[in-house]
């Protein structure tokens, strides 16, 4: 999942540091889970799809395009 976190991050143009803002997380914890230190958790990326709507959960959980 982390490799297609950063292929959403790139197509809205975002960085971690605005991501984690948005959602009241701290940078760290995106950071990890883009080096491959951590996961995200289900309440993450339920944060992630409800923030960002034009993010497809199909990409996101199973990797089917398209990204947004």
Not at 11 to 20: G, K, N, P, S
Not at 23 to 47: H, V
Request: proline content about 7%; some cysteine.
């Amino acid at each position: 999942i982390q490799e297609r976190l950063k292929h959403v991050f790139e197509a809205l143009d975002i960085t971690i540091y605005q991501v984690a803002k948005k959602l009241g997380e701290n940078p760290s914890k995106f950071y990890n889970i883009l080096n491959g230190r951590a996961k995200p958790s289900y309440d993450t990326i339920l944060s992630l799809l409800a923030c960002y709507p034009q993010i497809s959960s199909e990409f996101l959980l199973r990797g089917i395009p398209p990204v947004l």
